[in-house]
């Protein structure tokens, strides 16, 4: 299986502050990494496909990047609708795996 | 607008099963790959299984091969999950989501609103 693992586990930042999130893949995975938010109490939600495609809909404030085993999410500066949870997913090859999570909290 | 709608859930003893269903309005159902993704409480999210849009292709993570079953009725618009021989460590909650083509992808998006599997005697 591919390991997805993000960095760090949990952020503090406050509005305003541009922040990155790192997601590293156990081997390449191309360009198959999807990017998901999900809120307290709430589905997740598709923010990037195809590591740096912007999903219909999403704020142009979020950017993906990277390809191969090392790739980012970049929010230019923090809204208060960001704080949130954020996944990398590969959709390279079964079984489909996600990192384990990135918590961003308020300063 | 695009929506699922799982349905379901509830409190079941070990060995035992279940069957999650999974409505879908506001696109044409057989057009599209559908998955099955769990969240455990307070844990992050497990891709369980997936099925293409004519249901000729499944797939299963390995801690659900065997017991668990996707299926889909493309005339009902509905995607299931038949669950057997449950297991505490399958407590979750269990989403149903949308793929962007008929062929498996694992792209998944939207995201129902979930539906909670409580596995305990």
Same mark, same amino acid.
């Given at each position: 299986?591919?390991?997805?693992? *993000?960095?760090?586990?949990?952020?503090?930042?406050? /509005?305003?502050?541009?922040?990155?999130?790192?997601?590293?893949?156990? *081997?390449?995975?191309?360009?198959?990494?999807?990017?998901?938010?999900?809120?307290?109490?709430?589905?997740?939600?598709?923010?990037?496909?195809?590591?740096?495609?912007?999903?219909?809909? &999403?704020?142009?404030?979020?950017?993906?990047?990277?390809?191969?085993?090392?790739?980012?999410?970049?929010?230019?500066?923090? +809204?208060?609708?960001?704080?949130? #949870?954020?996944?990398? +997913? *590969? @959709?390279?090859?079964?079984?489909?795996?996600?990192? +384990?999570?990135?918590?961003?909290?308020?300063? | 607008?695009?929506?699922?709608?799982? @349905?379901?859930?509830?409190?079941?003893?070990?060995?035992?099963?279940?069957?999650?269903?999974?409505?879908?309005?506001?696109? #044409?159902?057989?057009?599209?790959?559908?998955?099955? &993704?769990? *969240?455990?409480?307070?844990?992050?999210?497990?891709? &369980?299984?997936?099925?293409?849009?004519?249901?000729?292709?499944?797939?299963?993570?390995?801690? &659900?091969?065997?017991?668990?079953?996707?299926?889909?009725?493309?005339?009902?618009? #509905?995607?299931?999950?038949?669950?057997?021989?449950?297991?505490?460590?399958?407590?979750?909650?269990?989403?149903?989501?949308?793929?962007? +083509?008929?062929?498996?992808?694992?792209?998944?998006?939207?995201?129902?609103?979930?539906?909670? /599997?409580?596995?305990?005697?």
């Amino acid at each position: 299986d591919i390991q997805m693992t *993000q960095s760090p586990s949990s952020l503090s930042a406050s /509005v305003g502050d541009r922040v990155t999130i790192t997601c590293r893949a156990s *081997q390449s995975i191309r360009s198959y990494l999807n990017w998901y938010q999900q809120k307290p109490g709430k589905a997740p939600k598709l923010l990037i496909y195809a590591a740096s495609s912007l999903q219909s809909g &999403v704020p142009s404030g979020f950017s993906g990047g990277g390809s191969g085993t090392d790739f980012t999410l970049t929010i230019s500066s923090l +809204q208060p609708e960001d704080f949130a #949870t954020y996944y990398c +997913q *590969q @959709s390279y090859s079964f079984p489909y795996t996600f990192g +384990q999570g990135t918590k961003l909290e308020i300063k | 607008e695009v929506h699922v709608l799982e @349905s379901g859930g509830g409190l079941i003893q070990p060995g035992g099963s279940l069957r999650l269903s999974c409505a879908a309005s506001g696109f #044409t159902f057989s057009s599209y790959a559908m998955s099955w &993704v769990r *969240q455990a409480p307070g844990k992050g999210l497990e891709w &369980v299984s997936s099925i293409s849009g004519s249901g000729g292709g499944t797939y299963y993570a390995d801690s &659900v091969k065997g017991r668990f079953t996707i299926s889909r009725d493309n005339s009902k618009n #509905t995607l299931y999950l038949q669950m057997n021989s449950l297991r505490a460590e399958d407590t979750a909650l269990y989403y149903c989501a949308k793929d962007f +083509q008929v062929a498996v992808s694992g792209r998944f998006d939207p995201w129902g609103q979930g539906t909670l /599997v409580t596995v305990s005697s």
